[in-house]
């Protein structure tokens, strides 16, 4: 057998991943990995080799699902994190606190501020202190000018005054625990400090620790001298590829890597490991040294390397370099082992060492292209009559071929994205990025002893990421190139890798029909025709989804087509709600087009994810009220949708559209009579939806004033849902609106612990006052109303449930189930 460390690879991992998320018994394992340890003995003796590979696979796979089930448990029931659920006070969600502990990567800068990542291991609050272990990222805000961003080095203690919570967490269908996965990448809290003032150094680290960070910083500040003259943005892609620091990239340098599918050249990985190896295999061969030295040298540098990225270049570079030194050691005993058995067994020390790996995108990633290449590149033999160069471009094209069809149901499960351009832009970003990263290093170097030949070097550096950027833009022109696509279910996807394993191992008369299977599974990830475009659904349903401290909602018509109500967002952060929460929730919905896209207003909580469900959607109308021509949100929005040829609809006061039997009426705004130059609350579209004797009404952040100005134009409704004005603002809900509409359900969209204060319990008290059911996305996550126009059922993400039943359109009665 060619590769014997894989399938006692894939045993641990599949049993790892099993562990992870279904525990069994661990008595019953125990038990079984002795069982599977006497048989494998018995078979081994008895000369069976199939039984034998059989019982080695099965005993992996069972010390895998013990390895799994407590590296979870470690994770997600981490000391800080169950040390912060004991002493929270009840109904808060965050708490100040003091917190110690050592910087486990250097600061980073960011669109928020100077983010630390802390090994915690004492923890202070009110009323005691505890020693504990966890990991916590905090946020430093305030006046950053003078904010010592140098001395927040890895290795070093801090003390921080913050405010801390749990990362968090978005209940709605589709979406990830994003909290569970935060623990598996170490955190447990997340936080923020108002000032620089309150983060202390109490202890330097190691002398190895301080060389190292030293060292990166060395790095940067030559990097700023010699490539920052000419552009930033090229000055923080060289400091990504020369040291895995991603924190200086722009939000559309990473989207346009992301969408052309080069965006690995940026993430330290194999192919800067193999440069570096490279770079080094040819200078000893200059210098004549012989191939054990040669290895024994080279495994030095790049562990040194390693060493001087440190956690800045994630757990991709330590993957990479594990594979690497363990190939550089074969090579030095004079083992000539093949490639797979090099990946096989670098995966396997990972797993033992890091089971949590296994739920690493970055590990599939790495590890599915390597395999990719393995397998498929020996199948490419040069024909005698091609040159080595068009061999050599060939040999690329077939690479990135095989990369591409090993991370497809990766891609399309982790990121939700399909793309074929990499397969073209390879040809110029791996060159590309070769060119920037020898320049890159040459001008480190440089810049200590001539400063003008590292500017010029420097300028080399630019011009390659100036190259990367333009040829990322071939997909602005060819969008078909690169598309979001629903996570394919986990069926298709072993269904997919099943047919490829089968065709490469079957006879050749049988491979034909796996390798159809394949494309088959392959074809339905990329064109998602499983689920039509428009989805019918009985009646008419609305689904408030939990985005946090924001508004977004889905209306799905009777007849298909479907409504957006804004987006949802979060200010100061490069997090994507749009592509990250509501594009999935939309999926999971059955919903593959929007027919219209409805902003209230734009403040940063309703239209920040508005641009990531247009690109994955791709609405025909885009509707707005009053106009902020010079809002920046507003003005990106409406190129898009320029772009796409949809119509961009400003809508009124007494505006009425019929959307099927569903009548659309807006009660706000008016036409305005003065170019706004700022986006207003009370300039909110205020919408309502009839649909037979039911009443769904959208508010947006209106407050009193506009509440007394429609509160007359609202016809009676016997049964009414209410989106509660304002997420629950002590400034709406008016006493006099709400007796006006008499909401049989109110709806609050608010941020779990969101620091307004929302809802205020003055306002929980008025809806309680006249009757109505309140749901909040905070308590009860995404909300979905379904109605026939007599009979409405509500239900949410938590299983919270309510039935209403309206026997004509003048009376109501109510059968009320939780």
């Known amino acids: 057998m060619p590769y014997p460390a894989v399938l006692p690879a894939i045993g641990l991992a599949a049993g790892i991943a099993a562990g992870i998320a279904r525990p069994s018994d661990p008595f019953l394992l125990r038990f079984l990995l002795a069982f599977t340890w006497f048989c494998g003995c018995a ?81 202070v609050f009110e009323g005691g202190h505890r020693t504990t272990r966890g990991g916590a990222v905090i946020g430093v805000g305030g006046d950053l000018s003078s904010a010592p961003m140098e001395e927040w080095r890895e290795g070093r203690r801090l003390r921080v005054q913050a405010t801390v919570r749990r990362p968090a967490k978005y209940l709605d269908p589709g979406v990830r625990d994003s909290q569970r996965e935060f623990s598996w990448r170490g955190t447990s809290l997340v936080g923020s400090v108002k000032s620089p003032l309150l983060v202390d150094v109490l202890e330097r680290g190691t002398p190895l620790q301080e060389l190292l960070s030293a060292t990166r910083w060395s790095i940067r500040r030559s990097v700023s001298r010699s490539v920052a003259t000419w552009s930033e943005r090229s000055a923080a892609v060289v400091i990504a590829i020369l040291i895995g620091d991603r924190a200086g990239l722009d939000d559309e340098m990473q989207r ?30 200059w210098f004549r040294v012989g191939p054990r030295a040669s290895a024994a040298i080279i495994i030095g540098v790049l562990v040194l390397y390693a060493l001087i990225v440190g956690a800045s270049g994630g757990a991709s570079v330590g993957r990479a370099t594990l594979m690497a030194v363990i190939y550089f050691l074969a090579q030095a005993r004079d083992h000539h082992s093949l490639a797979g058995n090099v990946a096989a067994l670098s995966a396997g020390l ?108 420097g300028y080399i550096a630019h011009l390659g990421v100036s190259g990367l950027t333009a040829s990322a833009r071939l997909v602005e022109f060819m969008p078909w190139m690169a598309r979001r696509v629903p996570p394919p279910s986990p069926v298709l996807v072993g269904a997919y890798y099943a047919a490829l394993v089968a065709a490469l191992m079957m006879p050749r008369r049988t491979r034909f029909g796996f390798a159809a299977v394949a494309f088959a599974c392959g074809w339905l990830m990329v064109t998602t025709v499983v689920v039509p475009w428009r989805t019918p659904v009985n009646g008419l349903r609305i689904t408030f989804l939990d985005v946090g401290q924001g508004d977004a909602a889905i209306v799905q ?49 309703h239209i920040g994810g ?20 010079r809002h920046e949100p507003t003005k990106a929005l409406r190129a898009l949708a320029d772009g796409a040829k949809a119509h961009w609809r400003t809508i009124y006061s007494g505006d009425r559209f019929e959307i099927g039997k569903v009548r659309l009426l807006v009660h706000h705004p008016p036409l305005p009579d003065w170019e706004r130059q700022k986006v207003r609350n009370n300039d909110s579209e205020v919408v309502e939806l009839r649909y037979g004797g039911v009443s769904v009404v959208f508010t947006g952040d209106i407050g009193r004033e506009v509440e007394r100005e429609i509160a007359g134009s609202f016809e009676a409704a016997p049964i009414r849902i209410l989106k509660v004005p304002h997420h629950g603002s002590g400034t709406s809900s008016s006493m006099e609106f709400l007796r006006k509409l008499r909401p049989t359900v109110a709806v609050i969209s608010a941020g779990r612990g969101n620091p307004f204060g929302h809802p205020v319990p003055s306002v929980l008290a008025r809806y309680g006052e006249i009757g109505a059911s309140v749901f909040r996305t905070d308590l009860d996550g995404a909300i979905t109303v379904e109605t026939d126009g007599k009979t409405v059922r509500v239900h949410s993400f938590t299983k919270r449930g309510l039935t209403l039943l309206a026997e004509d359109h003048e009376g109501t009665k109510d059968t009320r189930t939780r």
């Open 43 to 123: 078979a081994f003796g008895l000369r069976r080799p199939r039984w034998f590979l059989f019982v080695i696979v099965a005993g992996f796979a069972i010390a895998g699902d013990l390895l799994g089930a407590r590296a979870n448990a470690d994770a997600v029931q981490a000391p800080l994190g169950l040390l912060f659920d004991r002493h929270l006070p009840a109904g808060e969600y965050q708490m100040v606190s003091r917190i110690d502990g050592t910087l486990t990567a250097d600061a980073t800068p960011g669109p928020s501020g100077v983010s630390l990542r802390i090994a915690v291991d004492r923890f």
């Open 256 to 285: 346009l890597l992301q969408e052309a599918g080069t965006y690995h050249v940026i993430a330290i990985s194999g192919g800067n490991i193999a440069i570096l190896a490279t770079l080094c295999v040819f200078a000893l061969r």
């Open 350 to 457: 990972l797993f033992c060492v890091s089971p949590l790996e296994v739920v690493d995108a970055g590990f599939a990633l790495t590890f599915g292209a390597t395999l990719g290449l393995i397998v498929g590149m020996p199948m490419l033999k040069r024909p005698r009559w091609m040159s080595n160069w068009l061999f050599a471009g060939v040999a690329l094209l077939m690479a990135s071929v095989c990369a591409e069809i090993a991370l497809l149901p990766v891609g399309a499960f982790v990121f939700s994205r399909v793309t074929a351009a990499g397969l073209l832009l390879n040809f110029a970003a791996i060159p590309l990025m070769t060119i920037v990263q020898i320049s890159g290093m040459i001008a480190v170097a440089l810049d200590h002893v001539n400063h003008p030949f590292a500017l010029w070097t």
């Open 557 to 605: 018509f009777p007849d298909g087509r479907t409504l957006s109500v804004d987006a949802g967002g979060v200010a100061g952060t490069s997090f994507d709600i749009g592509g990250r929460v509501v594009s999935p929730t939309l999926w999971a919905l059955g919903i593959r087009g929007v027919d219209y896209m409805s902003i209230s207003h734009s403040d940063p909580d």
């Open 610 to 629: 508005a641009a990531s469900v247009f690109r994955d959607f791709h609405p025909r109308e885009v509707w707005e009220g009053v106009p902020v021509p």
